[in-house]
């Protein structure tokens, strides 16, 4: 499969837990996106990776959320000290330029108790 | 900011029917894409059709087609010929094509639409 993976599929966590999810993109892709998508919504815009740089980042995206693309390839998203509010379906695009629309990934379920 | 609205949140279509779903966009680029994505329950969102705000003529894709008015910010989705896969959310999505700005190709999504499709 080239596609995107994303991994877990499911996270189910306690409050104050903290959670890591890991994005593999399609591999000539350069362009890494992160979304979060909350129940019946559609997705938001959390992070922009382009290679291992990180360039724009949501104010959605608080100071318990990081993320890294350490060699340009995978990604993770990291959310400390988790509330329930983070419960969400949290999406990862990849694409190789801004004129290429992006693929998406399955998705990483969080629910936090 | 630019924004996506989507005022139809559940649709419902008889097999071999057509459908419209309705979407509206704000923005102040001259340049960007609009997108329909669909999401099918528990499953990951694939791109349905795109068009580039440049190009006067309508994107089609097979029997997915779009109705694009510029000036009216408007992006409908038609769906000819409904099949009972077809039956998902369709998100409505913006995207700047500033290559050389910093709006780095980021989606606006709307709130989606629910299809669903009778047989």
């Known amino acids: 499969d080239t596609g995107v993976s994303q991994d877990p599929r499911h996270k189910i966590t306690k409050r104050g837990q903290n959670v890591t999810f890991r994005c593999d993109p399609i591999?000539?892709?350069?362009?890494l996106y992160w979304y979060r998508q909350t129940l019946g919504q559609g997705p938001e815009f959390l992070t922009y990776?382009?290679?291992?740089?990180?360039?724009?980042k949501s104010r959605l995206l608080s100071d318990r959320f990081s993320a890294e693309r350490p060699k340009g390839s995978f990604s993770t998203l990291e959310i400390q000290r988790t509330e329930q509010g983070d419960s969400a379906m949290y999406l990862c695009a990849s694409t190789i330029a801004s004129r290429v629309p992006q693929f998406f990934g399955p998705g990483t379920r969080l629910t936090v108790l | 900011a630019q924004t996506v609205t989507q005022s139809q949140p559940e649709m419902s279509v008889q097999e071999a029917e057509t459908v419209t779903l309705s979407c509206t966009y704000d923005t102040s680029e001259s340049d960007y894409y609009l997108f329909w994505y669909k999401q099918p329950p528990s499953r990951q969102m694939i791109l349905v059709i795109r068009q580039e705000a440049y190009k006067q003529q309508n994107a089609t894709e097979n029997r997915f087609s779009v109705n694009f008015q510029k000036a009216a910010k408007s992006f409908s989705l038609k769906i000819s010929d409904s099949q009972l896969g077809d039956a998902a959310m369709y998100f409505c999505a913006y995207q700047v094509a500033n290559a050389g700005g910093t709006s780095y190709g980021k989606l606006t999504f709307g709130q989606g639409t629910i299809l669903t499709v009778h047989p």
């Open positions: 591999s000539e892709h350069n362009r």
């Open positions: 990776f382009q290679n291992e740089a990180q360039l724009e």
